[in-house]
């Protein structure tokens, strides 16, 4: 019901900044507390970032704290992660996922319902 769409990937150079938005497409996301997530080649897909419904609640993996920014705009049903100071490491597909606002861990995939198609970020020189 709910569909996602990722943009704003691509390639930048080590310490360079992205911002990628997510886009929600038939319904506002006004009750979906969203995710972003990353999956390497070989590696398993990780929570980068959480935000509640009403943004008063972030979460951030440490690898990403104080470098990674989310926030959302509700009234234009977009999410953003703002990055900076970007790594190598941070090279993945990154996805945005939705789900109700309560309950569940906020980096278990499992606990999101709605997925985009994903965005690539390559940070390379």
């Known amino acids: 019901q709910l569909q996602l769409v990722e943009s704003g990937g691509g390639l930048v150079q080590p310490g360079g900044s992205l911002r990628l938005s997510c886009a929600a497409s038939g319904f506002t996301l006004d009750y979906y507390a969203i995710g972003w997530f990353r999956q390497a080649p070989g590696k398993e897909r990780e929570g980068v970032s959480f935000i509640s419904t009403s943004g008063g609640s972030t979460k951030y993996a440490d690898s990403v704290k104080g470098r990674f920014t989310i926030s959302r705009d509700n009234a234009k049903s977009l999410v953003y992660l703002q990055m900076n100071s970007l790594k190598p490491e941070d090279t993945a597909v990154y996805y945005c996922?939705?789900?109700?606002?309560?309950?569940?861990?906020?980096?278990?995939?499992?606990?999101?319902?709605?997925w985009g198609q994903g965005t690539q970020v390559t940070v390379s020189s």
């Open positions: 996922a939705a789900r109700r606002g309560y309950g569940g861990s906020w980096y278990s995939a499992q606990s999101y319902d709605y």
